[in-house]
């Protein structure tokens, strides 16, 4: 689309000040705010021309203009300027960043709490998880006559442990022999190996009528299942009461709702190489964000793999900070990783009891 270097300017302004106030944009403002020579007509008939082309709305006919979706992408294409981060923020940032040699989840919960509190919409972060996964290691523990907890190590050293309660006492050789079973039947083993057959030939060794072979594997398959999975992470759901887009509950709502599920985020992802990506209401697929905007940066983890933080927010979005907000923090995880001071996602330990 061609527009002349004064409805540019125009739309430039009108964009910039309903970000700023939330508040439909008339001529009188637009000539405040920039260095337009013209008259207040001039600008109400380059006002209704941008409106006439799908760029702008008006919401009522006595109102000012505000963006139309047409109108950000516009703007983001085109029109806006790199912003730039302040001292402050980027100590913040490197703040949230420099947890050296801890969990990876740890630094993706500050890094999106931080993004949150700067833009003051909710972030979230993705990693991916690990494509193959084996046991390293079974550990059985007594803790009373009736109970024990498993502990499953993987092999890229995550731990996991489940406390097991049984309907009658057990003795310390069953379970020692179980362990034994164990490591010797089902280590170095990935999720798909762990058949039906192998299960029922390793109770009948172990004459098990307790059931504790197919207790301890079930977990395992699910402590397999989790670390092949997405880690996600999200920050600041509340922050959007804040927005006049999200003080009506009923808008506010099926927003957070669909945030606060892990599938749906999982599911906003960056176009196959590109390391950044903004879409402006109705781009977005799910019905929940249609009135809303998605801005999302990618991070090298090695291995051939990435990961994604992003913000979601209204459409009056300050696209340029948010962008570059999320820049930093993408670059600052890609170092973490270049530089091994992290582990991979599924290097985290946890309990399960």
Not at 63 to 87: C, D, I, Q, T, W
Not at 281 to 307: C, F, I
């Amino acid at each position: 689309m061609d527009l002349t270097e004064r409805q540019k300017r125009v739309l430039r302004a009108v964009v910039e000040l309903y970000i700023d106030t939330a508040e439909p944009v008339g001529s009188k403002a637009i000539l405040e705010h920039s260095d337009l020579n013209v008259s207040s007509a001039t600008v109400r008939n380059e006002l209704a021309e941008l409106t006439a082309l799908g760029l702008l709305e008006q919401p009522h006919t006595s109102a000012g203009r505000v963006p139309a979706p047409k109108g950000y992408r516009f703007y983001v294409n085109a029109l806006m300027e790199e912003h730039r981060l302040s001292v402050q923020e980027t100590e913040r940032l490197n703040e949230a960043l420099h947890l050296k040699m801890r969990e990876l989840d740890r630094v993706m919960d500050e890094a999106g709490r931080v993004v949150s509190q700067l833009t003051r919409y909710p972030a979230f972060a993705l990693s991916s998880g690990t494509p193959r996964v084996t046991v390293k290691r079974f550990d059985v523990l007594m803790v009373e006559r009736n109970a024990f907890i498993a502990v499953v190590m993987t092999d890229n050293d995550h731990l996991s442990n489940h406390l097991f309660r049984l309907p009658q006492p057990l003795e310390r050789s069953q379970l020692q022999l179980l362990a034994a079973l164990l490591n010797g039947s089902f280590t170095g083993l990935t999720l798909e190996e762990f058949t039906p057959q192998l299960v029922r030939s390793a109770a009948q060794a172990l004459g098990d009528e307790l059931g504790l072979v197919p207790m301890v594997i079930s977990f395992t398959m699910e402590v397999l299942e989790e670390q092949r999975g997405k880690l996600v992470r999200t920050a600041g759901l509340d922050s959007l009461f804040a927005h006049p887009e999200y003080q009506d509950l009923s808008k506010a709502q099926p927003l957070m709702r669909y945030l606060a599920q892990a599938e749906n985020v999982e599911s906003l992802t960056v176009p196959e190489g590109q390391n950044t990506s903004i879409l402006i209401g109705p781009e977005n697929v799910h019905e929940a964000l249609k009135d809303s905007s998605v801005v999302l940066a990618t991070y090298d983890m090695g291995d051939n793999t990435k990961g994604v933080i992003g913000v979601v927010g209204p459409t009056r979005m300050d696209y340029a900070t948010v962008l570059a907000r999320l820049e930093y923090v993408a670059q600052g995880l890609s170092h973490l990783f270049e530089q091994s001071q992290l582990p991979h996602p599924a290097k985290k330990e946890d309990s399960d009891q």
